[in-house]
């Protein structure tokens, strides 16, 4: 059989490249930043527990204010592509917006 220039290694190569990025952390981050930010769960789920305790006492300092940082955090994370939260939040440590 004929393979018409084609190798095994190119075929996988191809089929692994087709599948589409999914981030795991994405959708359960953006969420918990606009419906409890206010708790800083998305900072803790993230792994950030440094920004997660300063995000806590903002809140208590500024009676819950600082909860719009969160949230627009949130929105923001929904809007990204999945590889680019990733690469910012998971595998680059970024804490702050």
Known sequence: MENYGYTKTENVQNQQNSVPYHSEKKIPAAL???LVGWLALNKFYLGYTKEGIIQLVLNVVTLGAASVIPF???ILYLFMSDKQFDDTYVYGKKGWL
């Open 32 to 34: 918990l930043g606009i």
């Open 72 to 74: 627009i955090e949130g």
